[in-house]
């Protein structure tokens, strides 16, 4: 089946830890997505790629970092200078450059401990 | 820039009741505009969206919404809702026919359809 698997579905992170959350999608799209969700503020874009080896800053980047060496992984490191962390994490993928249509993964939930 | 106002964060309605969720954005180019749902602990899925054309689109799951340019609203509706259908609904627009296109979404609604 196509689609976007994200992993793992639940973290826990201490305090000052990197931590990476995996994003793959099997569409074969260029573009890809990162989104932060807090309860009654919808999604927040962090990062987005439109093509391997190039990403760009969302509305939220600071704390976060990046990586798109393949085009079907975009993982996101959660770094330790983001200073609130516990969220939930959606990884998205277009079908083209346009965006008339996105898909989700079902989504990290990230704790802080 | 874009924005989304999605007016009401709760919507609560009995089964088999009709139900309207409210959309207004803010853009100065015309924009692509989408619907998603979400339930508890998953991802977004796609209910419908406009593109072009005919100002009254259909989605899955009954659903339909009608693009207004004119009041900057892409409202949501179904006549007649079920028990499954709580969940947390999410409009959000994308500027048109622009590359490397972003999503801007609403706060979201949540609808609590009660038996």
């Known amino acids: 089946d196509g689609g976007i698997t994200q992993s793992p579905k639940y973290l826990f992170r201490k305090e000052g830890q990197n931590v990476t959350l995996s994003c793959e999608q099997n569409?074969?799209?260029?573009?890809m997505y990162w989104y932060r969700q807090d309860p009654g503020q919808g999604l927040r874009l962090i990062y987005y790629?439109?093509?391997?080896?190039?990403?760009q800053k969302g509305d939220i980047a600071e704390g976060y970092s990046v990586s798109r060496e393949k085009k079907e992984s975009f993982p996101l490191t959660v770094t330790s200078a983001q200073k609130n962390p516990t969220a939930f994490y959606l990884c998205a993928s277009s079908i083209d450059r346009e965006n008339t249509e996105a898909f989700f993964g079902q989504g990290t939930r990230l704790t802080v401990v | 820039a874009q924005s989304v106002t999605q007016l009401d964060s709760q919507v609560p309605v009995f089964e088999e009741a009709p139900v309207e969720l409210r959309c207004n954005y803010s853009?100065?180019?015309?924009?692509?505009l989408f619907w998603y749902v979400q339930y508890p602990n998953q991802g977004l899925q796609l209910l419908l969206k406009?593109?072009?054309?005919?100002?009254l689109v259909k989605g899955i799951n009954g659903f339909e919404a009608e693009f207004n340019k004119s009041q900057t609203s892409f409202h949501l509706r179904k006549p007649s809702v079920h028990i499954s259908d709580t969940a947390e609904y999410f409009c959000a627009v994308a500027r048109f026919k622009a590359a490397g296109n972003k999503l801007t979404f609403g706060g979201g609604t949540r609808v609590l359809v009660k038996p």
């Open positions: 569409l074969n799209h260029d573009a």
């Open positions: 406009y593109l072009s054309g005919s100002t």
């Open positions: 790629s439109q093509i391997v080896n190039d990403f």
């Open positions: 853009s100065s180019v015309s924009v692509y």
